[in-house]
């Protein structure tokens, strides 16, 4: 699996930790950044790792931000991304079952109720679960038309 990963400076210390995480699962990792506190705009990180991922390769990407609401809606705003920003693991687990996400964001700055590693392979191993998901993912895709 290769995942493309992004963070703004809300979230260095957290991004690190979700990088060593997947490269522990055997995952490769292409980190885009930021690696240092130095502000950016999460917008921009959003769109590198997205034009990223829909340029092909990947299998999955993260992106993190203070809050990672800020860099989720951002994801979100770009044709054929659909980056759920969990809750919990139930949740991860649910935006790959049901709402087959293809980003997966986190805030470095929240305090989640469980280790964002397990959210994260809450997440890697789910499986969608198609049937009638299919049809509403359909028909989010259809919103962007
Ligand atoms: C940056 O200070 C902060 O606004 C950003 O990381 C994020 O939390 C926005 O949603």
């Given at each position: 699996?290769?995942?493309?990963?992004?963070?703004?400076?809300?979230?260095?210390?957290?991004?690190?930790?979700?990088?060593?995480?997947?490269?522990?699962?055997?995952?490769?990792?292409?980190?885009?950044?930021?690696?240092?506190e130095e502000p950016v705009d999460y917008p921009d990180m959003a769109r590198l790792a997205c034009e990223k991922y829909l340029a092909g390769g990947y299998d999955f990407g993260v992106?993190?931000?203070g809050t990672g609401i800020g860099i989720s809606i951002s994801a979100n705003k770009i044709?054929?991304?659909?980056?759920?920003?969990?809750?919990?693991?139930?949740?991860?687990?649910?935006?790959?079952?049901?709402?087959?996400?293809?980003?997966?964001?986190?805030?470095?700055?929240?305090?989640?109720?469980?280790?964002?590693?397990?959210?994260?392979?809450?997440?890697?191993?789910?499986?969608?679960?198609?049937?009638?998901?299919?049809?509403?993912?359909?028909?989010?895709?259809?919103?962007?038309?």
């Open positions: 699996m290769k995942a493309v990963v992004a963070n703004d400076h809300g979230a260095v210390a957290l991004t690190k930790e979700i990088v060593g995480h997947l490269q522990d699962r055997g995952i490769e990792v292409d980190y885009l950044g930021i690696a240092n992106v993190c931000c044709h054929g991304i659909r980056c759920a920003l969990p809750q919990n693991v139930f949740a991860a687990t649910m935006a790959k079952e049901h709402n087959n996400a293809n980003f997966i964001a986190f805030g470095g700055r929240i305090e989640y109720p469980q280790p964002v590693s397990e959210m994260l392979d809450a997440y890697l191993d789910a499986q969608f679960c198609g049937g009638r998901h299919q049809r509403r993912v359909d028909k989010i895709m259809e919103l962007e038309s």
